[in-house]
């Protein structure tokens, strides 16, 4: 794959993955935080992911409420292009993120605790 991410991009991406957020998702929204609107092609030129990969992405980032999607004007035959942002800001998006890890951690020490009964 050929990243054209920043270094700090590239460390946000790899943190973002490991909170369990997909591959071209995490690289998706690092790509963009910073930008306006953004259109699929866009994403694939600048983060090296394919378009299938892009596609998933985006669905996923919708199903979460975190993006909205526009239809833009094109000239002739292809495929449409679709002008892609945020539909809140990174920071709320981290911070959803961050709750969801919290929980998970909460749901987990409790697992535990739980499994610490059972014990002979």
Known sequence: MNMVLSED???LAKY????DIPRSVAY???YM???DEVTSVEIERETGLRQPEVSIAMQWLRRKGWITKRNMKKEGKG?????YRLSKSFNE???EIIQDLSKKINEINYNI????????
Do not use: S
Not at 16 to 19: E, K, P, Q
Not at 113 to 118: D, G, R, V
């Open 9 to 11: 991009a590239e460390k």
């Open 16 to 19: 973002l993955m490991i909170a």
């Open 28 to 30: 998706t929204l690092v």
């Open 33 to 35: 935080r910073d930008k």
């Open 79 to 83: 495929r449409p292009i679709h002008g």
């Open 93 to 95: 998006i981290l911070e």
């Open 113 to 120: 605790e739980q499994l610490k009964n059972y014990r002979k």
